[in-house]
């Protein structure tokens, strides 16, 4: 299983499960307006978390994709899809944000969306279950901040952590950066990879890994 990350909560996971069975996952594509730049992008199956125009940019997205926006339980190309309702809950706002769980290759990835509570339910922590890698925004602002990720880290467990949603080069979307979570963190900083190729055997549960990627 392939991992890359093209800036603010847009992923792309690209998954061999077998000759005649490849599939390519986006979550959350942007538009321009973000100020950054969204390369071409071709999948079986998109995930949007929640309709605003950082994370809503269907249209980018070629293939032909089936499109997943909201909570339920999904099976697509041998790929189990599970979205968790939770709350967007910036500035008063009360919109919904999708959780989704992805099942790939053994391995289970979480991608909390625009998640703008403090901490999780303990029904939504249920639903979740047992993650290895943990993609979670930690730029606040418009969503958790630094210190509440680490809380909601704390109640997932992750073998993997990836932070997105924060403040890199270009973005109009004034949100806090890296920095700030990696202190938190107790670190300094962290080599970042273009991409995260893992299998399941490469999962170390012991400790918490956090695992920063280059848009």
Not at 128 to 133: L, M, P, T
Request: hydrophobic share 35%; charged share 25%; glycine share 8%.
């Amino acid at each position: 299983m392939q991992l890359t990350w093209k800036g603010q909560s847009c992923f792309e996971i690209s998954s061999s499960q077998g000759k005649d069975n490849r599939v390519t996952i986006v979550i959350d594509p942007f538009d321009e307006d973000t100020g950054l730049r969204l390369p071409k992008l071709e999948a079986d199956v998109l995930l949007i978390t929640h309709q605003h125009h950082d994370h809503n940019n269907k249209k980018a997205v070629s293939g032909n994709p089936f499109l997943i926006d909201g909570p339920g339980e999904y099976e697509v190309k041998g790929v189990f899809i599970q979205g968790v309702q939770a709350s967007h809950g910036v500035s008063g706002e009360k919109d919904q944000n999708t959780i989704y769980t992805i099942n790939v290759e053994d391995l289970k990835i979480c991608h909390l969306g625009d998640l703008g509570q403090k901490e999780l339910t303990p029904e939504q922590v249920e639903q979740i279950g047992e993650v290895d890698i943990l993609l979670i925004p930690v730029g606040g602002v418009s969503t958790i901040s630094a210190k509440e990720a680490v809380k909601i880290m704390s109640q997932i467990e992750p073998s993997i952590i990836i932070p997105m949603h924060y403040q890199i080069p270009k973005l109009k979307i004034k949100l806090e950066g890296l920095d700030k979570f990696l202190k938190t963190m107790g670190m300094k900083s962290v080599t970042p990879l273009e991409k995260l190729t893992i299998k399941k055997k490469d999962i170390i549960s012991e400790e918490a890994k956090i695992v920063v990627l280059n848009p």
